[in-house]
Structures are given as structure tokens and as C-alpha cells.
């Protein structure tokens, strides 16, 4: 998961679980998610001043032209000695201090999966796929009883209705992971 191990070394559940712990605990900075959402974006290597700039203006709630150059300073000095260094050391990124770049690593797609964002005002996609098999089942149960307005549907159209109502909440499902997921278009989604 992380920079390449010796040979000798082998892959065992507790090391997998660490790796899983140096990912939660390089990500659990913002500015770290903004480099790794910056990095998807990018077809190849980023600049280290641009990369502050962007950063600095999503901080600032600004459009990146207007970043000033006192905003800019404080997050390029924060990601140079502190955050880029930490995920240049978990391989997450590649970080060259001396060219001032910073690349993507066979790691950096994969750690996409712990960045994954539920809104705070959103409940969580297997609630709800629990819910809505809740319902469906229920007016199944309501319509094999015979019970109106229920039984008014016969069985097959009970099962169009359910595979529509499956497939139109899958289509949501995915408009919403592609709003929240890092490394999409524009700024990166909220945390």
C-alpha cells in the first residue's frame, strides 16, 4: 500500500493495518486532502507554487487570482516543511523539494477510498438502500395480504416498480459520489 517493502518482509493483517493507520493519520489534515484532491486533477506533476496558490484559495473562500501574496506564503511554507514531506514519506505523493514538484504515486488513486465525503446533512448511502428496501419489501408483504390499495397492483407490476425505484436511486447514488469525490472538477468537496 505504501512505499515498496523488501522481499523479506510479508504483507500480514497488523502491517496492513498500520499502512491503514499512516493513511487516516497523513489525511486527517485538510490541506494534506486539498494536495491529494490538487493531485487527481492534474495529468502529471504539480508545481509547488501553484499548488499553494489553489490551496490558499480555498482557505480564503477566493478566486485564485485574487490570493494574496501574504496567503499564498503561509501555505506554501505549511506544505513545503510540513505537509508535503509527510506524504512524500507514506508514498502517497512524490515530492521533489529541489524541482519544487510534486507527483502522483501508484498510491495516490488508492487512498481516494478513505477520502470518500458524507455531507453532515446527508444520511449515509446503505441507510438508505436499507430504508428503501424497508419500503418496498413492506408494500410487497402489504400486496401478497391482500391489503388495498395494495393488492390493486398485480406482482409484475410490483416488481417494474421496484426495479425502477432501485435503478433511479442507483443513477442518484452515482450524480452524488461524483459530486463528492476528491480529485473531481472545481474545489474539493467539504470534510
Known amino acids: 500500500m505504501f512505499r515498496e517493502r523488501s522481499e523479506s518482509h510479508s504483507n500480514t493483517a497488523e502491517e496492513q493495518a498500520v499502512d491503514r493507520e499512516l493513511v487516516y493519520e497523513a489525511l486527517s489534515n485538510t ?3 486539498h494536495v491529494i484532491h490538487c493531485i487527481l486533477q492534474a495529468d502529471d506533476s504539480v508545481e509547488l507554487a501553484d499548488l499553494s496558490r489553489w490551496i490558499a484559495a480555498w482557505e480564503n473562500d477566493v478566486a485564485v487570482e485574487a490570493v494574496t501574496a501574504k496567503q499564498r506564503k503561509r501555505v506554501y ?4 516543511q510540513v505537509h508535503l514531506p509527510k506524504l512524500d514519506e507514506t508514498g502517497i505523493v512524490a515530492f521533489d523539494p529541489d524541482r519544487g ?3 502522483p504515486t501508484e498510491v495516490t488513486e488508492n487512498v481516494e477510498a ?3 465525503v458524507v455531507p453532515e446533512d446527508e444520511i449515509t448511502w446503505s441507510r438508505f438502500y436499507v430504508g428503501l428496501g424497508a419500503i ?3 408494500a410487497a408483504l402489504l400486496a401478497w395480504l391482500g391489503l388495498f390499495p395494495f393488492s390493486e397492483l398485480p406482482g409484475q407490476a410490483w ?5 425502477l425505484a432501485v435503478l433511479v436511486t442507483g ?4 450524480v452524488s459520489d461524483c459530486r463528492h469525490q476528491i480529485g473531481s472538477d472545481g474545489a474539493p468537496p467539504g470534510y
Do not use: C, D, P
Open 31 to 33: 490541506r494534506r486532502r
Open 159 to 163: 416488481g417494474v416498480l421496484s426495479g
Open 114 to 116: 478513505y477520502l470518500r
Open 101 to 103: 514538484t510534486i507527483e
Open 77 to 80: 511554507t505549511a506544505l513545503r
Open 171 to 174: 443513477i442518484a447514488h452515482v
Open 136 to 138: 418496498l419489501g413492506s
